[in-house]
């Protein structure tokens, strides 16, 4: 509890971490041969991302090639 020093009113604290704008509510579970994991690595190492960012990346690449 928080009290306002002109008012002597108790606040309420929020609790935890505020909430993204852009939330990732969908987990993808893939399975990969050793070819396309070591690609994957080495996308990864070269633009400094994780797997997950690389992976959103190249999904967004694929929508323009689609539409």
């Known amino acids: 509890m ?9 606040k309420k604290l929020k609790q935890g971490r505020p909430k993204e704008e852009n939330t990732l509510s969908h ?7 050793d070819e396309s994991y070591q690609l994957l690595k080495q996308y990864c190492q070269t633009k400094n ?3 997950s960012a690389a992976i959103r990346e190249l999904i ?3 929508k323009w090639k689609i539409w």
């Open 60 to 62: 967004q690449t694929l």
């Open 27 to 33: 987990r993808v579970t893939v399975r990969l041969d």
């Open 2 to 10: 928080v009290y306002d020093d002109l008012t002597y009113e108790r």
């Open 49 to 51: 991302i994780t797997e």
